[in-house]
């Protein structure tokens, strides 16, 4: 049945391919935009022909495509945010193809309309179901922690976004654990993206060219996750002159450097380079913080006074890329991350992760076809040591190759590809009844993918099909899915989404758990349950070992003038599986006493199913000074694991943020930010009360006269709250103009601005509570040259 339901696939896949190739089209005018002063690619421009309703809209390369054009003669427009127009005349011919690569200049005085109508143009003709386009510019209008703007600090403002903690938090799209979100960069799969401190990503906000974050819905394109997708590309570097940034705050310090290696003699070609190299040294600097909390009067101080910030971190990455005249481009790139947490008598934890690849985009002289590939290897490896001594380790090597093809015909769009992954796991640690556990799999992933966008009309129809097959579990998965969009009026429009989804990769460590720096991976174990009681009391087979999830979502988008946009979406996911550690496993499943117990006694893992669904307000007043940003979240998530419903500890039920940025001063080198996030508490399992435990490792001993261990009494899981949790974060930024490349940014902040005592866990034998980060000023400095 699978092997037909392969060969149908392709089958369709061909006899698409095929058509869209042999349908007869009109001439075509392609190329790239950059920016004339860097030669990077210009993200976002709207290049049409003047005098018509033909245009298109760059992407992340800086490609444009516009098709179907009748023969004849015609202007070509280019317009940006920040940019002066440019014009240039081009006669199309019949079935002709123009290859057309312009450079557009920054503008003295910034202008507004161009833009506008690119991003409604945008809006109209394509889905854009539940994704976030991010820049590195409304990265930096968040306040930022120790200085320097970062996307983990960023994320947490989204909408559907769910983050655990200030010290050791994890990060929750939309009911989905971290390891059910997939992060690529340039393509290349990163399996930890963020420090142990839960403030700081691995990711350099200078040289970030755009993030792609999709809490749901997703299009083929993306597979091998459930919950949601991040994708991150980077800059390939200066074509022009050699640039970089050096920045010292309160907590790290950066070096950014790019530039050409060779320089073109003519047009955008030559090779450049970029290189980031950052280091924290928090647990340091945390030190100079020690008399300033023992110094304050909130309790909020407690334990960052004694214990400081133990963390640190070092982050690595270079890049070269070899570019061609014609857009044509070569990249290669490498990174090492690296973290460590130190607590000392405790515990200590340790990981790394490094890697690299090249990706590659071809435009074929005599072809209608983008042609985009990426080959990467990377590695990750994480190590806790304990005072108890037991071992606790997890390592993760991956590579992933894949290739997509993008034909455009019109507002339309077809993209068909193909990836191939494989990873190696090998996770050792002691379970909760003394069991030494060791798991070493070898894991292969083929998939391929279709996606037809089409525009007709006021509809926008996009359906896409991913073919998945787990070659180590012999599971294959077909995954249909499909996005929608009606443009009501020009100011209104209405949208959904719907798509099945499977992944194999998962967490070492339970997502019951609130916190938890130890990150590992699994690949998806064969020996679950073969029986799986539902919520109604009935049973069904277990049939494979995957985790799959259905994506439900609409919603609508509200113009509701030039500078005020609405955005709301309700959603629905459904896990049809997930696999998480036993929590109520007693035997050893290889022991003689484990023969004739339940599964649910004796398996390590235990199948669980699961939902999540609320409602996202985005609310958006946008303006060339001021930018104000609401977010308002409803959620809810559950879980079942055979035997109880049960709320997971990243379960919140409202999150509320307000974000605002505003320039200001004769030269606008002045800009205040303020973040203000209300989210309601946690849920967590309380004490239900304390007995003496007593082994009775002897027949002849006495329970009267024997000195038993202090246990713990549990009351029923997760059912208790933590109080809501509010903070306020401020800063304001000055810059200076030293010289023509030159220019100095002086930072002041502020973390929990007005001090507030937010609960983190109360210690269950002394009950002394634990808090979140107390009020925290910062400094930074940074030169740009």
Do not use: C
């Amino acid at each position: 049945m699978n092997r037909l339901k392969l060969n149908s696939f392709l089958l369709v896949l061909f006899t698409l391919v095929l058509s869209v190739n042999m349908v007869a089209q009109k001439g075509m005018v392609r190329g790239f935009i950059y920016n004339d002063k860097t030669g990077e690619a210009e993200i976002g421009a709207t290049v049409f022909l003047k005098g018509t309703t033909m245009g298109a809209a760059t992407d992340v390369n800086g490609f444009y495509s516009i098709t179907k054009i009748p023969a004849g003669s015609y202007t070509l427009m280019v317009t940006s945010l920040g940019f002066d127009s440019l014009e240039t005349k081009i006669t199309v011919g019949k079935n002709e193809i123009i290859s057309k690569n312009m450079n557009i200049k920054e503008a003295a005085q910034m202008m507004k309309t161009f833009v506008v109508s690119a991003e409604k143009q945008e809006a109209k003709t394509q889905v854009k179901m539940s994704v976030t386009k991010v820049t590195p510019k409304e990265i930096k209008s968040i306040p930022s922690i120790g200085g320097d703007p970062d996307l983990a600090q960023y994320l947490q403002v989204l909408p559907g976004v769910t983050f655990t903690g200030d010290q050791g938090g994890q990060l929750y799209i939309r009911g989905g654990s971290p390891v059910q979100n997939k992060v690529l960069l340039d393509g290349m799969i990163i399996y930890n993206p963020f420090h142990s401190i839960g403030l700081f990503s691995v990711f350099d906000t200078d040289i970030m060219r755009s993030a792609d974050v999709y809490t749901g819905g997703f299009n083929a394109e993306y597979g091998g996750r459930i919950s949601s997708i991040m994708d991150i590309t980077y800059r390939d570097g200066d074509k022009k002159r050699l640039r970089g940034k050096l920045s010292a705050s309160t907590f790290s310090s950066k070096l950014m450097l790019e530039g050409p290696i060779k320089k073109a003699k003519e047009g955008n070609g030559g090779i450049t380079f970029v290189v980031s190299g950052k280091h924290s040294y928090l647990e340091q600097s945390s030190e100079v913080y020690k008399s300033y909390f023992e110094g304050l009067s909130s309790e909020n101080a407690r334990g960052v006074d004694t214990l400081g910030l133990p963390y640190g971190f070092t982050d690595i990455y270079a890049k070269i890329s070899f570019n061609g005249d014609n857009g044509n481009k070569v990249s290669l790139f490498g990174f090492n991350f690296r973290d460590n947490v130190n607590y000392p008598g405790e515990s200590s934890l340790n990981w790394n992760s490094g890697g690299g690849g090249a990706n590659f985009v071809l435009i074929p002289s005599t072809s209608k076809t983008l042609i985009e590939g990426v080959v990467a290897m990377s590695n990750y490896k994480i190590e806790l040591n304990e005072v108890d001594g037991l071992p606790r380790s997890s390592e993760i090597n991956g590579f992933n190759v894949g290739m997509d093809f993008t034909t455009f015909s019109g507002d339309n769009q077809f993209k068909y590809g193909f990836e191939m992954l494989g990873f190696k796991t090998n996770y050792e640690f002691v379970n909760t009844i003394g069991t030494k556990i060791v798991q070493e799999e070898n894991t292969t992933e083929l998939s391929g993918f279709m996606m037809y966008r089409i525009n007709a009309g006021k509809m926008v129809l996009e359906p896409s099909v991913r073919a998945q097959y787990y070659a180590s579990l012999s599971n294959f998965s077909l995954e249909p899915r499909l996005g929608f969009k009606y443009n009501i009026t020009s100011k209104f429009r209405l949208k959904m989404a719907a798509g099945m989804y499977s992944q194999n990769l998962i967490s070492a460590n339970s997502d019951r758990d609130i916190v938890n720096l130890f990150y590992g991976f699994l690949s998806g174990p064969e020996n679950l349950q073969d029986e799986f009681t539902e919520q109604d009391g009935s049973t069904r087979e277990i049939t494979h070992k995957l985790q799959k999830a259905n994506h439900y979502i609409a919603g609508f988008e509200y113009d509701l003038s030039r500078t005020l946009s609405l955005n709301i979406e309700g959603y629905y996911k459904d896990f049809k599986q997930l696999t998480n550690t036993n929590r109520n496993q007693i035997f050893d499943e290889n022991s003689d006493a484990a023969a004739n117990k339940p599964d649910v006694e004796k398996k390590e893992f235990i199948v669980e199913t699961g939902d999540a669904y609320g409602v996202d307000v985005v609310l958006k007043y946008a303006t060339t000074k001021l930018n104000v940003w609401l977010v308002y979240s409803l959620g809810k998530v559950t879980r079942w694991d055979g035997i109880q419903e049960y709320a997971p500890v990243f379960d919140r039920r409202h999150n509320v943020n307000f974000v605002t940025a505003y320039t200001f001063g004769k030269d606008l080198n002045w800009e205040f930010n303020v973040r203000w996030n209300l989210a309601s508490g946690f849920p967590f399992t309380q004490t239900q009360g304390f007995y003496e435990g007593i082994g009775f490792s002897s027949t002849d001993q006495s329970y009267t006269s024997t000195n038993g261990d202090l246990n713990i009494e549990f009351a029923e899981l997760n059912k208790g709250r933590l109080p809501y949790y509010h903070r306020l974060d401020i800063n304001i930024k000055r810059k200076f103009v030293l010289g023509k490349n030159s220019t100095l940014e002086a930072n002041l902040g502020a973390t929990n601005a007005y001090n507030r005592d937010n609960l983190f866990f109360v210690d269950r034998v002394t009950a002394e509570k634990v808090y979140q980060l107390p009020l925290m000023p910062s400094f930074g400095l940074s030169l740009s040259f």
